[in-house]
């Protein structure tokens, strides 16, 4: 049989390889000779990542809210993905930060535009009831978000709205995290004491995300875009993507959850608790954490008015409907 010129060459080239790694050519050919085709089920693990739902209550609907959940957390992971690359760029440019940042805001605009999925498709009473079995287990738990935010910005600015001006760069990882504003999320508002659902995340999460944080310290997307040069740094597109990328996270997505909870937990004049025992009128509304991963992207009126305008368009658009 004759052996085409292009194969003879990528069988030199492939004997060149192995034999610099020290290995044998001809044991890998057998592994092609016994390897089987692969299938698209295998490759996705299709069968393993279908058992993965598993309800605890007999509610039609809780599949869909565990599976969305789900979803979002494989969303989280692509985004982190997109941000490790950026951090451990070490020729970074605009250019490159600009698609880094536009495949974030992909896929955080696949999100929120599929939170109807959460505010509409589910029935509100099948809701209240499933949600009861779920406890104290809440989405305040994603571990992966708070790394998206560790990512992202020093954790002087995500420390609580009302206290952040008394803290600094100068100040310890450990001292900024005690301090940071989720933790308020997690707070029962009646005897000022943690929910089990901040004390169980705590104890999961609080020595790794201390890890990331010091690992990433002056060199997070917000660091990253420090350092560049000036030419670079005041790219207006690179700019305007920070910017989209600062709202979609800090304003669109919460603003999503505020309409979901608002929908499902909000009736009248009676307020039920979140999931987990999460303060969410104090959490959730941007306006009262003003987080910003690049602040100085921004102008004081705009962070005076940090969500205002998208709180009352959301707000009046769910009044209408």
Do not use: C
Not at 49 to 75: G, V
Not at 300 to 313: A, S
């Amino acid at each position: 049989m004759e052996i085409k010129p292009e194969i003879a060459e990528r069988i030199e080239l492939l004997e060149e390889k192995f034999r610099n790694s020290g290995q044998d050519m001809g044991s890998y050919l057998d592994g092609l000779l016994y390897d089987r085709y692969l299938t698209y089920w295998d490759y996705i693990s299709l069968d393993t990542l279908l058992s993965l739902q598993k309800p605890e209550t007999h509610f039609p609907d809780e599949e869909i809210f565990l599976t969305y959940h789900q979803i979002t957390e494989l969303y989280f992971k692509l985004i982190i993905h997109e941000q490790k690359q950026v951090i451990e760029n070490p020729n970074l440019t605009a250019s490159y930060f600009i698609e880094k940042l536009n495949r974030m805001i992909r896929y955080f605009r696949v999100l929120i535009n599929s939170f109807d999925v959460m505010i509409k498709g589910m029935e509100r009473e099948q809701f209240l009831q499933f949600r009861m079995a779920l406890l104290p287990a809440s989405g305040f738990q994603s571990a992966q978000f708070r790394m998206i935010e560790f990512y992202s910005t020093p954790v002087e600015n995500l420390v609580e709205h009302k206290i952040r001006k008394h803290f600094n760069l100068e100040n310890s990882v450990e001292e900024l995290f005690d301090n940071i504003y989720w933790k308020k999320g997690g707070i029962d508002l009646k005897t000022g004491e943690k929910t089990l659902t901040l004390k169980q995340f705590e104890k999961r999460y609080t020595p790794r995300f201390l890890r990331i944080a010091n690992e990433v310290k002056g060199k997070t997307l917000y660091g990253r875009y420090q350092s560049l040069a000036a030419s670079e740094k005041n790219n207006p597109k690179l700019i305007k993507a920070l910017r989209t990328f600062d709202s979609s996270v800090n304003v669109n997505w919460l603003l999503m959850h505020i309409g979901a909870a608002y929908r499902h937990l909000d009736k009248g004049n009676k307020t039920i608790k979140a999931t987990g025992g999460t303060n969410w009128k104090e959490f959730l509304p941007p306006g009262f954490q003003k987080i910003s991963f690049f602040p100085e992207l921004w102008s004081e009126e705009e962070h005076e008015e940090w969500g205002k305008e998208w709180v009352n368009h959301m707000f009046n658009t769910e009044n209408k409907n």
